[in-house]
Structure formats: structure tokens, C-alpha cells
């Protein structure tokens, strides 16, 4: 098994991943990884979450034959997992159930988070609601004016949104606040992570509460294809719906999984989040508190990224797809901003399903390849969300 042994003791996946943290947050982590590495083994842990997971996400998501788009494009047969049913609209909210049941374990009341777009801050307010937990979201001020429907949408759920006006004013200066708050109140409060990102054991947790969309796939693929797929799609922004689904097929060696990142307004460019594909950009690095690929300028500044969606525009990307890389085992493309439009358009027009910007970078590359396959061969793409969210910028690109 390929992924038995990562993440190592140390939260090392191969050269990816550990803990580059100030020691004054070593504490902080080292009793999450206790309290996750007891709740792992607590199976009435999992029975709480997967009874959340059923009554109140709405899993399992269905998987959908896209008929149309497979006809239209003449090719491999393709299916769709639905994540854009899940409540919340994506599957953010798996990892933000899932960590706030830990908390809860843990006897903390309050949780922080950063967010960009608002989606984590969105998944990270439902379910501290539902659970009842104090809930400040750090958002930068550019971010907020940008994205003013999710920062009503989170007071709405009862959250505290702290704008942060310092640096750039957008998600990583959110991320230096949520930290900084996450070491002064450590004893009663979780830094709730919305990507497979970040000092371990973050990348682990993330991962295992993600896991459940490929677990669900394989079991509907089989019960729906009579098979597994050939291939799996999934875009990658941190990497946890793509790590999500690709997990439970990481032992089929013939089931090919192909993560689309942000090729924004293309490589040349510059202005993009590809991470993997471009070297001179993208070096192996320090961001957040993890080592793997992290685009930076000459100096080592971390580079200005661009993509349409926001959920994409990231400058690393979670260590754990590094590792597998290495391994053989993934492989990674990008989409242009206009090709992920292309496979916007597609998904509403031949399916009737408005996927999020982000999800339509797996379909944009879908749009490319399933011509290219004979049609006994199953695509399986990772709809992570709704596009309910991006409809303005859509209406702006028109
Ligand atoms: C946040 C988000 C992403 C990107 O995050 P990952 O951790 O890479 O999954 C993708 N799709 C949607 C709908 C999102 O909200």
C-alpha cells in the first residue's frame, strides 16, 4: 500500500508536510494530534460523524450519469459525484463537521478560522451553529468587500467576522490574524483548517474527514458502472476534495486520478495557481506551517496568485499530492480561467447543474479529454460544489 506509512511520526509525507511552526503553537498541536489520534480509534467518534454525515449533510451525494455532456462530446463516459449537494453547497463541510466534533471532544468552545472567499468561513459557521461553538472567522478587507453575500451569510449563522486591514487585506493576512488569535486563547479554542494544508496533523485530519467522497464513489460505481472508473477528475486548491476522493482509489493501480489546478490566464503568463506546472515559479518551500511546492518569486516571496475562483487561488498546494506525485501515483494538469468558463457553460447547458468556478476546472479538463477516450472508458469527475456563489463573476466574464 502506497500511502501506509505517510504521513510519517512526524507528519512527514516523504519531503512534503511537517510542522514549520514558532514553538509557542508546538502545544497546541502536539494535544490536537492526541486528541485526533484517540478519536480516530473511538468508533463511536465516527459513529457521531457519519450520523451527521447522513441526517444533516445528506450524504450519501449521489453520483450522476452525465448523459448529455457524454453524447455532446463523443467519448469516454462520464459521471459526475455530486458534492454540490451536500448542505452548505460543497464539500468543505465534511472537514468543518468533522473538526468541529473534535473540538467538542477536546472540551474547547470556540473555534477560529481564516477564509478567502467565504466558503470555509460559510462551512465553518454551519457547523459550529449546529454544534453550538463561538465562531470567529478572520476575513481581510479586501475579501470582505468582495464577497459581501458570505459575510452575511456567516453572521447570519451566528459567527463573529474580524476583518483584517494589515498586508495585502485578503486570505493570508486572515491566516496571520487566526493564528495569532489560535496562540493567545489556545486553551479554549481550535484553529479550524479548511484545506489538506498546513503543520500536521492537519493534512491527516482534513484527509480522513474528506475521505468519505471516495469512499461513497467506489461503492456507487460499482453498484451503478458494474466497475470502477478509469479515471478520476478533481480541481486542486489545497488538494482536499482531490485527496477526498482520490484516497479510496490509491490501491486500484488502473484507475488513473488527474487533478486540475488553476491554470489562470495561462501559464506564460504568470498569473496563475498551477503550482505543478510551472518551475519557474513554483519551488519546493515553507507557507503555512507545511514544505511542498509554493509559488514565489526570485527572493522567495511568496508570488501573487491568480485564478477565477477563489477556492484555487492558492499559492501551495497540500503535501500530500506532492508525495504521490513523486510516487507516479496522481498527476496534475491545469485549466485556463476560459476553459474552466467552457466547462461553467457545458455543465449547465447539458446537465442542468450550475457547478461551482472550481469544479468546472475538472470539467474544463473533461472537455478536452473525454473526446480523446473510446467509450468503454468511465470518466468519474468531483462536482465539489454549487455555482450559486460565483454567478456574479459568470455575469462579469460574459
Ligand atoms: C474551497 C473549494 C475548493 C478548493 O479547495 P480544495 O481543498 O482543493 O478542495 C474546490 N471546490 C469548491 C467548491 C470549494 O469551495
Redesign the pocket.
Request: glycine share 26%; charged share 10%; with cysteine.
Given at each position: 500500500m502506497l500511502h501506509a506509512n505517510v504521513p510519517d511520526a512526524h507528519g512527514r509525507f516523504g519531503p512534503y508536510g511537517g510542522q514549520f511552526v514558532p514553538e509557542t503553537l508546538m502545544p497546541a498541536l502536539a494535544e490536537l494530534e492526541a486528541a485526533y489520534a484517540a478519536a480516530k480509534q473511538d468508533p463511536e467518534f465516527w459513529s457521531e460523524f457519519n450520523g451527521y454525515l447522513r441526517h444533516y449533510v445528506g450524504r450519501p451525494t449521489p453520483i450522476s450519469f452525465a448523459r448529455r455532456l457524454t453524447e455532446h462530446l463523443g467519448g469516454a463516459q462520464i459521471y459526475l459525484k455530486r458534492e454540490d449537494l451536500a448542505h452548505s453547497g460543497?464539500?468543505?463541510i465534511n472537514n468543518a463537521l468533522g473538526q468541529a466534533l473534535l473540538v467538542k471532544r477536546m472540551g474547547k468552545q470556540r473555534v477560529v478560522a481564516e477564509t478567502g472567499a467565504g466558503?470555509?468561513g460559510v462551512a465553518t459557521a454551519t457547523a459550529s451553529a449546529l454544534l453550538g461553538i463561538d465562531c470567529v472567522v478572520y476575513m481581510g478587507t479586501v475579501d470582505m468587500a468582495r464577497q459581501a453575500p458570505n459575510v452575511f451569510r456567516m453572521k447570519l449563522l451566528g459567527a463573529e467576522v474580524r476583518g483584517v486591514d494589515s498586508g495585502s487585506k485578503t486570505l493570508k493576512d486572515a491566516i496571520n490574524e487566526a493564528i495569532r488569535d489560535w496562540v493567545t486563547n489556545v486553551d479554549g479554542t481550535h484553529y479550524l483548517l479548511?484545506?489538506?494544508l498546513g503543520p500536521h496533523p492537519y493534512p491527516l485530519i482534513v484527509r480522513d474527514f474528506q475521505r468519505v467522497i471516495g469512499d461513497e464513489s467506489r461503492r456507487q460505481m460499482q453498484e451503478q458502472a458494474g466497475r470502477l472508473p478509469d479515471t478520476v477528475v478533481a480541481?486542486?486548491?489545497?488538494?482536499?476534495?482531490?485527496i477526498g476522493i482520490f484516497y479510496a482509489f490509491l490501491d486500484d493501480p488502473n484507475v488513473r486520478l488527474v487533478g486540475v489546478e488553476a491554470g489562470g490566464r495561462g501559464i506564460a503568463s504568470g498569473e496563475h495557481a498551477a503550482r505543478f506546472a510551472d518551475p519557474k515559479l513554483a519551488r519546493l518551500g515553507v507557507l503555512h506551517g507545511t514544505r511542498s511546492f509554493v509559488m514565489m518569486d526570485a527572493d522567495g516571496q511568496i508570488a501573487l496568485t491568480h485564478s477565477i475562483s477563489a477556492?484555487?487561488d492558492y499559492a501551495s498546494v497540500g503535501p500530500e499530492h506532492a508525495y504521490l506525485r513523486d510516487l507516479g501515483r496522481t498527476e496534475y494538469t491545469y485549466c485556463t480561467d476560459d476553459q474552466a468558463l467552457a466547462g461553467f457553460r457545458a455543465l449547465c447547458r447539458f446537465e442542468g447543474i450550475i457547478p461551482?468556478l472550481?469544479?468546472a476546472h475538472a470539467i474544463g479538463h473533461v472537455l478536452d479529454l473525454a473526446p480523446t477516450l473510446p467509450e468503454d472508458h468511465i470518466i468519474l469527475v468531483n462536482v465539489?460544489?454549487r455555482g450559486d456563489k460565483d454567478l456574479d463573476t459568470v455575469m462579469r466574464e460574459a
Open positions: 460543497a464539500h468543505k466558503q470555509h479548511g484545506s489538506a480541481c486542486v486548491g489545497g488538494g482536499s476534495n482531490s477556492g484555487l461551482a472550481e469544479s465539489s460544489g
